[in-house]
């Protein structure tokens, strides 16, 4: 009963988003390791360019299916990990995909000081008014650093 009703749950996930979830597990593996392994000096050129102050990109409309299929694709791809795919994997992992895809994104740092007044950090990934991962975290945390999706030149 359980094995059919797991069937009948996937099934039920678009197929826009089952279709991805192989690849997207990959991703969240590797970003996972490259988070524990690389510094951040060495990890941040991969992110974007930096920002001097948040931004939030503009999507066009035809593109925000696509970007809520990707909000579902990872949450619940990182419910299948056997490792921890925290905030950072996902983060990364969402930026891989918006970056193949050629939308633009925000990713952002965050800090806060939890009720045992240890410090806590968190990344959240933004495209357009859709939060992809991390939720929306601005005021729970204060924004760190940000960076943004590299532009495209239209000489590549």
Known sequence: MTLRRKYHSFTQIPLAVRWLMPI???LLGLSRVIVLLLPFRKLAPLLGCRADAPVLPLVAPQHLQRLRNLKQLIAITSHYCPWKANCFAQAI??????SWWGLPYTLFFG???DPAQQLKAHAWLI????????GNSFAQFTVVASYVSQPFSANK
Do not use: E
Request: aromatic content about 10%; overall charge positive; charged content about 10%.
């Open 24 to 26: 997207t597990w990959v």
């Open 93 to 98: 992992t969402a930026k891989v995909w918006l």
């Open 127 to 134: 495209a357009g008014p859709v939060v992809v991962c991390g």
């Open 111 to 113: 800090v806060a000081r």
